[in-house]
């Protein structure tokens, strides 16, 4: 203690006497418990916690005493860092808490010109800026939990009733002194753990199992102990009921949006019964409600709306629908009933018809990111148009086609969420309607099909909003014509419901923590301003999008296009022994309407031709047809399509391929997959993944913090929720793997909010890999949540067994509107090297690191809040494991120059030269597996060897 003794007299005399100052080289752990921001509190500080390998240091700190100009060296109190990623600066405070002669001072000190590498956390904050705007995000300052290492003797905890009966499978969990969970397990449970060393072991309550006391007497369920020799203590628990089914849901309503189908929605029960709802049965009757017939056992979701579909046409439905819980199932709910509409088709304006409508939703995580509408039947009648509407949370929409036709986009509105409208005049048939988003994303598609719609200008007036304040979604358009319909989409966060629309209710659709998407119509007869609202469960921030759909009687004109002339010119040509390539010329006549896309066939006997691309959706004039055998004769026409049908074939073309110049074929001699769980192939609730944990461990401080958490699984993928037991107090809760030695981890995480309402508080939701030895050093890709926005970012840390105590800023992204959702790829080596991507794209690199992480390494899921307001969910899905970043192919011959992985369209995916008979493939960004086809080839381009494959990082194939 001298040096502390020495220290303060130099401060004292700092302070008093504006002398000469001295230097000193104290050091703050970054990430330590005790309160920052006084000076003096180094004087308390164990010297296990002074780090100088962490030291920030202040120089040429002038005393406001005198005239005396003094030099400090100290480590930096209450210190933060800002970034706008091409400059970090920190400044440091000094209190004045002891009432000495020295006033508070703020210095500046630029750190580092690199956000890579920049070492920021004393305080949990983070500011950056964004879009320009500087933003504070706050953090766990203790970083993820995991067990603490020790194995010297051991303790079991059994459960007995109040009569002595053993009762297996009540949660137990193990925590220091702090209240962190170290380790957990179901009774009968035994933990390795220190002699001599102080521990807290917590009896957790399930359903009617409810902790009475502990075998010493304690009616504690949090019982401190420490032990010197191997022991077993005892939980006894009351078994009377405590849970009951729940209450029925309420305020059912049954809205029929076509011949064929009817959407419900309803209330959550008021009252769950004491066990959280896990699903909905739904019950249907046909007559009235003398008999019901049961239509969905389960929904196994907590969603309050529920698409019935296949129905018959003008026909009266009744429905009920009933709560399930852990116990058991509530009594039926109110009923509801709606008559489908009329197969000739549904609600008409002067000459408009909606002829159909049709709704889907859901998540698409891997490339392309498409939703499909399967079959859709845009009816019958003249001047058709086919509208697609999309609600989405964190993407916008890349095309959306019709039977491989394109659509035009009408309107859009991508701010908080993204609302888009997008059409096609004179579609006909059924086909499906393909929706591609520019990137992962959950969406609500729904399609209308029209008859009786004004072909020069079917959607003359469109408007998009959206608001900076939460609120229920509503938006006004002011129509130009008389008889025309109005057609609304409203998108918000998927943790509100919309009910209660002004206009009418055609689709609406919640993907829980995602996206909620609606529509509704509104028919005008005359120019007038129409407003259609929605009433929000919980209010948000929305987008809204408005169009008006015109009919033909207005300008009295239709669609005079006819199908146009053939193409002409058709070349074929040899590439290979599995690809021809065909060029060809456009029709001389377009037919009134634009060339949209290509019919394509081919025959192999010259005579009976089989449809090759129904239509290529581009005005492309080439194409190229491969996976074909080699040595076969193939002969080709072409077709053009526009919107009023499809010319009559060009003329024909004939090529053939290539003799095949090698059989030989790769097999795979290693595999490269670690683990693997989609995370969306079961349905479980927290009870049954308690009982049942499989690959995953799950505990964290929110327990032992009394904090409310909840995890459950469904189609959705994994959803974790937690909320901070008091605004300022950190809670978590997260998934953890076991442990393994692979490189590559890779996950998508998805944020349930984009803003908290607190100002001084922060939720994190990340992906942590980890060192299982004991010590919490790791590497995160990681969300960073506040009251105005979220932020993406990659740190790595280092700690002790309880917590981190440095933390290091690798990347921020700090662009406007970021996606809630992210595939996050860690790859690293727990030494120098760490790679990360996010969803393909690469975003921090380096091998000039000291990670101090050995392996094995384990996998955290885990959000984490300081944030009292709400239990906020992550979700996660697509987890999987694999032992590196590159799939090698060994053993070419000498005559092999390249190595190709392909994907289905024959894309090169990846490619490596070949170097001693090796070729090794970088597809560490791709999502695994991969399906693809791994080429071979020699100095003249040819294939010698191939196999399709679907590949993981770490793989080995090898030649024949």
């Keep these: 203690m001298d ?36 000076i003096l509190s180094l004087l308390l500080v164990p010297v296990a916690n002074i780090d100088p390998a962490h030291a920030l240091t ?134 390795s753990v220190t002699s001599g060393q102080q521990y807290i072991v917590y009896a957790n309550n399930y359903q009617n199992f409810q902790f009475n006391h502990w075998d010493n007497g304690s009616t504690n369920p949090s019982r401190s102990i420490t032990l010197t020799q191997s022991t077993t203590i005892t939980a006894f628990y009351s078994t009377g009921t405590t849970s009951t089914a729940p209450q029925p849901p309420t305020g059912l309503s049954a809205t029929a949006v076509s011949p064929s189908q009817i959407n419900l929605s309803w209330t959550a029960p008021s009252n769950n019964g004491g066990s959280a709802i896990t699903g909905y049965k739904i019950e249907r009757s046909s007559d009235g409600g003398s008999t019901w017939s049961v239509i969905a056992s389960n929904t196994g979701s907590t969603g309050t709306t529920y698409s019935d579909t296949g129905l018959t046409a003008g026909t009266a439905y009744t429905y009920r629908v009933s709560a399930i819980n852990s116990v058991g199932t509530s009594s039926p709910s109110n009923t509801a009933s709606a008559t489908t509409n009329s197969s000739g088709g549904g609600s008409t304006s002067s000459s408009i018809v909606l002829n159909n409508v049709q709704s889907t939703s859901g998540t698409a995580s891997l490339s392309p990111y498409q939703f499909t509408l399967s079959n859709f039947n845009v009816g019958t009648g003249s001047d058709l148009l086919l509208v697609v509407g999309v609600s989405a949370n964190n993407n916008n929409v890349a095309s959306v086609t019709f039977g491989g036709m394109p659509l035009t986009q009408a309107v859009s509105s991508f701010n908080n969420n993204d609302a888009e409208f997008w059409y096609l005049k004179n579609p006909s048939g059924t086909g499906n309607v393909v929706v591609t988003m520019s990137g992962s994303t959950s969406a609500v598609v729904g399609a209308y099909a029209f008859s009786g719609i004004n072909q020069t200008q079917p959607i003359p007036t469109h408007v998009a909003k959206h608001n900076t304040s939460a609120g229920s979604p509503t938006i006004s358009i002011t129509t130009a014509y008389p008889n025309d319909w109005v057609l609304d989409l409203p998108s918000i966060y998927g943790g509100s419901t919309l009910g209660s629309p002004s206009c009418t209710q055609e689709w609406n ?187 995953w461990t799950y505990f964290g401080s929110a327990p032992p913090e009394h904090a409310p958490y909840s995890f459950n699984r469904d189609t959705q993928g994994l959803h974790i929720g937690v909320q901070a037991p008091k605004d300022g107090t950190w809670a978590g809760f997260f998934a953890m793997s076991q442990n393994h030695n692979a490189e590559l981890w890779s996950a998508k995480v998805t944020n349930p909010v984009r803003t908290i309402s607190s100002t001084q508080d922060g939720y994190e939701n990340g992906m942590y890999v980890q060192t299982s030895n004991g010590l919490i050093n790791y590497v995160t890709c990681t969300t960073l949540t506040n009251n105005q926005a979220t932020i993406w970012a990659v740190f790595s840390a280092t700690g002790n067994t309880n917590q981190v105590t440095s933390e290091t800023l690798l990347w921020v992204d700090n662009s406007a509107n970021q996606p809630l959702t992210h595939d996050c790829t860690i790859i690293t080596n727990g030494n120098n090297y760490l790679k990360v991507y996010l969803d393909g794209n690469m975003v921090y690199t380096s091998n000039n690191l000291n990670l101090q992480m050995p392996e094995p390494f384990n996998d955290f899921l885990e959000p984490e809040t300081s944030y009292a307001g709400q239990e906020l969910v992550g979700t996660f899905t697509n987890y999987y494991v694999t032992t590196n970043e590159t799939a090698k192919v060994i053993n070419l011959p000498v005559t092999a120059a390249r190595v190709d992985l392909d994907d289905p369209s024959g894309n090169v995916l990846a490619t490596s030269q070949v170097m001693g008979g090796t070729a090794t493939l970088d597809v560490g960004k791709y999502n695994f597996p991969i399906a693809g086809a791994i080429k071979v080839y020699d100095l003249s381009n040819a294939v010698i060897e191939s196999s399709s494959e679907s590949v993981y990082g770490g793989d080995v194939y090898s030649g024949s």
């Design 3 to 38: 040096c502390f003794v020495e220290i303060y007299q130099n401060i004292v005399s700092i302070f008093r006497y504006a002398m000469q100052l001295q230097y000193y080289n104290m050091v703050l752990g970054f990430r330590s418990a005790f309160s920052m921001g006084i």
């Design 58 to 191: 202040l120089t040429n700190l002038t005393s406001s005493l005198g005239n005396t100009t003094a030099t400090l060296t100290t480590s930096i109190i209450n210190a933060t860092a800002s970034t706008n990623v091409t400059d970090t600066n920190v400044s440091g405070s000094v209190n004045n808490t002891l009432g000495l002669p020295l006033p508070n001072e703020t210095i500046p000190i630029s750190v580092s010109s690199n956000v890579a590498g920049t070492e920021i956390f004393a305080n949990g904050t983070l500011i950056t800026s964004v879009n320009g705007v500087n933003m504070s995000f706050y953090f766990d300052p203790k970083g993820p939990g995991k067990p603490a290492a020790g194995n010297t003797v051991s303790l079991t905890v059994d459960a007995d009733s109040l009569s002595g009966s053993p009762i297996s499978g009540l949660y137990i969990e193990l925590q220091d002194t702090t209240g962190k969970d170290i380790a957990t397990g179901y009774t009968p449970v035994t933990f």
């Design 509 to 695: 659709g919640n993907i829980p923590n995602a996206i909620t998407g609606a529509s509704s119509t509104q028919i005008v007869p005359a120019p007038t301003t129409t407003t259609c609202k929605w009433t929000a469960s919980n209010n948000d921030l929305y987008d809204d999008v408005a169009i008006e759909v015109k009919a033909d009687t207005q300008s009295g004109t239709t669609n005079t296009a006819t199908p146009p002339s053939s193409p002409t010119g058709l070349t074929a040509n040899t590439v290979s022994s599995s690809q021809i390539n065909l060029s060809w010329s456009t029709p001389s006549s377009n037919g009134g309407s634009p060339i949209t896309g290509y019919e394509i066939e081919r025959s192999t006997n010259g005579s009976a031709f089989s449809v090759l691309a129904q239509n290529t959706g581009n005005t492309n004039t080439t194409y190229s047809d491969t996976g074909l055998v080699p040595s076969t004769t193939y002969t080709y026409r072409v077709s053009a399509i526009n919107s009023a049908g499809t010319s009559s074939p060009s003329n024909t073309a004939s090529a053939t391929t290539q003799a095949s110049a090698t059989t030989a074929h790769l097999s795979q001699v290693q595999s490269g997959l670690v683990a693997s769980d989609s995370l969306t192939n079961e349905t479980m609730s927290q009870q049954q993944l308690q009982a049942n944990p499989g690959y």
